[in-house]
């Protein structure tokens, strides 16, 4: 008996001596959004493990999932996610919870150059001069994504002259945006917008692209709230025009997928939209009815949604796995690696990458894109701009549905966001 | 005598307590935990438990907003139920004079109650989207007009109780059938013999017969629909406005994207409370019935 225990004996210490050599690999795991930007960066972790020796694990959920999966962890003893992709909209939440670890000491102390993000990506995140919780990871900043063959089809430029007196152009006002996509769906044959309404983060998002091309804005200077100004009531008044009278039908039920669908089957003049969808629509193979005859532009007005993801690292994982984490932001985000994902179609955050000669010889339309990213607005940030969402995103379904008047559901989003920033 | 009773007591809960202790443990200890949570201070961003006695409970019934997804639901689970058991007991009475492929009707029945409400739901969206989806496609080429199934706040929520009743109503079915399969064969017999038709046989015989198992159908039915989230977060995530938001949305929205667990769960005490208290009624009025 003991010469057969023996042996068994000596293989399982042998296992798990051999396992636990095996264990001191650090693993990282992050919760990230199953968009483009993700399966780019899933390519390229093969060079990062090589290059490291630490192993990465993306699992991959949509955008409404992940919210409530990264919270659950962050609450607990310790996160099985320990490197984080964390949206624009949840950086105040975050780091007022205390669930993220401060990356500026990890920045000083491995010399990691922050001057080379655009700064509005930088203060979109809540980054300041005395802490960093999240390093910039993709933009997505939001402007107009345009059919150019509709504008230039003769017969519609001379329709659109005999009915308004105005030439068929690129519009330059949200106004003219409106009237535009209002008389493309009359005369044009195709939706004028096609618009996401879904209540919540769809219509949030879309609406506040009007509202800061109409000139209003949620906060002034001081922080105060100045949504229930009369630029927001212009915003409102045209985001209902647009739904009723040049989106689609549906559009108040739309999403992001809804539109880009219509978009891409040449069914829409225009989409308010995320930047980096033109590559999407502008592509033969995928979208070969509108491929070439489509062009992005800053918001009509001049100033659109800004958004963007970061890089973050859980405070209740072990100190060696935040190490790692820290790691993997730096190369993710270097220079050379970033140059490699825009070339495959990844929304920078580095100005450099913008500018760089390779990216634009391959997207000439990142010289526009820059200027999106630039002149984007931000979306108050706080502790509870995700419930911020959801209030705005119900005033203006109300308002868009003709159940609640412009004024009562502008006067009820600025009040609900008074409410919430004193919470 | 009374030994062998006391014997058989403590033998019966010795059989029980191991599904009793799983159950306290799997059911009891989140229910006593969130009621816990509802009676606290204690949100996602301040996760610490004092007591605030009823202050989140007042908060939630001083909410508007509160009142409208508490009427939302009120008529969402009645209209469903309703819908359900008509539905149902017509299918389950056709299906009692069905003699061949009677396996099959019900193995084809029982489909939809086997899907997830999740998938029930993507797949809806995809039948209803507005511009793609096969149904508007068919109402387009017989020359009518494009409906927004789920965009119109005046149709959206009869749509949400239409999928709902397409779901459930097989359940129903089974339990019906069930019910009506057990019905005695000898009081239609002495009906017959007095000479009552088919609709009085149904009327005096079958429906009060079957009011035991109807009940109950009734009563699961009910509790199910008043917890219903899955159909809602897939296809409206409460809109157009608030016309879709059900009780539960309620509670979920105020617990993770207000981060007020307290408040959230109070919401969610206050829907388990009705739900309570429509199961007590139902059951009482059942024990009536039976005494």
């Not at chain 1, 539109?259 to 502008?282: E, H, K, N």
């Not at chain 2, 009060?208 to 199910?224: D, E, G, K, S, Y």
């Amino acid at each position: 008996m003991k010469k057969t225990l023996l042996p068994f004996a000596l293989g399982l210490t042998a296992s798990l001596w051999g396992g636990s050599v095996l264990a001191d690999g650090v693993t990282l795991h992050a919760l990230m959004e199953d968009v483009p930007e993700t399966a780019i960066i899933e390519k390229m972790l093969p060079d990062f493990e090589k290059e490291t020796g630490i192993k990465v694990e993306f699992e991959k959920v949509g955008y409404g999932d992940m919210h409530d999966k990264l919270v659950a962890q962050l609450v607990g003893g310790q996160s099985y996610y320990n490197l984080l992709e964390v949206d624009f909209l949840w950086a105040g939440e975050f780091p007022a919870a205390g669930w993220l670890e401060d990356l500026k000491p990890y920045a000083e102390k491995t010399g990691f150059d922050t001057a080379a993000f655009i700064p509005s990506t930088m203060e979109l995140l809540g980054n300041t001069d005395a802490a960093m919780p999240l390093v910039p990871m993709y933009n997505y900043s939001m402007g107009l994504i345009y059919r150019t063959d509709l504008l230039e089809d003769p017969a519609l430029q001379a329709a659109y002259k005999a009915q308004t007196g105005k030439d068929l152009a690129a519009p330059t006002t949200l106004a003219d945006y409106v009237a535009i996509a209002k008389f493309m769906k009359a005369e044009g044959k195709v939706n004028g917008a096609a618009m996401q309404g879904q209540k919540g983060d769809p219509n949030a998002m879309e609406f506040s692209n009007y509202l800061f091309a109409a000139g209003g804005d949620y906060l002034d200077a001081d922080g105060n709230v100045v949504l229930a100004s009369p630029a927001g009531e212009t915003a409102l008044g045209l985001y209902k025009e647009a739904i009723t009278t040049a989106a689609q039908t549906g559009a108040l039920s739309a999403t992001l997928d809804d539109t880009m669908r219509l978009m891409c089957a040449g069914d829409a003049f225009s989409m308010v939209t995320y930047w980096w969808m033109l590559p999407q629509i502008d592509n033969a193979e995928s979208c070969p009815d509108v491929a070439g005859k489509v062009a992005l532009s800053v918001m009509p007005g001049g100033h659109g949604e800004s958004g963007g993801w970061g890089w973050g690292i859980a405070k209740n994982v072990p100190q060696e796995e935040k190490d790692a984490a820290w790691q993997f932001i730096t190369w993710v985000q270097s220079k050379d690696v970033a140059v490699a994902r825009a070339l495959e179609g990844h929304a920078p955050v580095r100005a450099d990458v913008y500018t760089d000669p390779a990216v634009l010889a391959k997207y000439p339309f990142y010289k526009d894109a820059m200027s999106v990213v630039e002149s984007g607005k931000s979306f108050p940030i706080f502790t509870y701009s995700a419930q911020y969402e959801d209030t705005l995103g119900t005033q203006v379904s109300l308002a868009a549905s003709g159940d609640a008047t412009i004024p009562d559901a502008l006067a009820a989003a600025a009040s609900g966001l008074t409410d919430l920033m004193k919470k | 005598m009374s030994t062998k009773v006391t014997d058989t007591a403590r033998i019966g809960w010795g059989f029980a307590a191991p599904g009793l202790t799983m159950l306290a443990i799997v059911m009891g200890l989140p229910v006593f935990y969130a009621a816990a949570i509802s009676l606290s201070s204690m949100t996602l961003i301040r996760p610490a438990l004092s007591f605030t006695g009823l202050a989140n409970f007042a908060q939630i019934v001083s909410e508007p907003l509160f009142w409208n997804s508490l009427l939302i639901t009120l008529r969402y689970s009645v209209a469903t139920v309703a819908g359900e058991f008509l539905v149902g007991l017509a299918i389950a009475l056709m299906l009692r004079q069905v003699v061949t492929l009677r396996g099959v009707y019900f193995a084809l029945l029982t489909l939809p109650m086997a899907m997830s409400p999740v998938a029930v739901a993507l797949i809806w969206r995809m039948l209803l989207q507005p511009n793609l989806g096969i149904v508007n496609q068919t109402l387009a080429a017989m020359g009518l007009p494009m409906v927004d199934w789920l965009g119109d706040s005046g149709l959206a929520l009869k749509t949400m109780i239409f999928i709902d009743i397409w779901q459930q109503t097989s359940f129903v079915v089974l339990l019906l059938s069930a019910g009506l399969a057990s019905l005695p064969r000898e009081p239609y017999e002495a009906a017959s013999v007095d000479g009552a038709g088919p609709v009085q046989q149904f009327w005096y015989i079958t429906l009060p017969l079957l009011r035991p198992v109807a009940m109950i159908a009734v009563v699961i039915q009910l509790i199910n629909e008043f917890r219903t989230y899955d159909l809602i977060y897939i296809l409206t995530k409460g809109g157009p406005g608030v016309s879709t938001e059900l009780l539960s949305f309620f509670a979920y929205k105020r617990a993770f994207q207000g981060l007020a667990l307290n408040e959230g769960s109070a919401a969610a005490f206050i829907l388990l409370l009705i739900v309570l208290l429509i199961t007590v009624v139902f059951f009482f009025l059942l024990e009536r019935r039976k005494n």
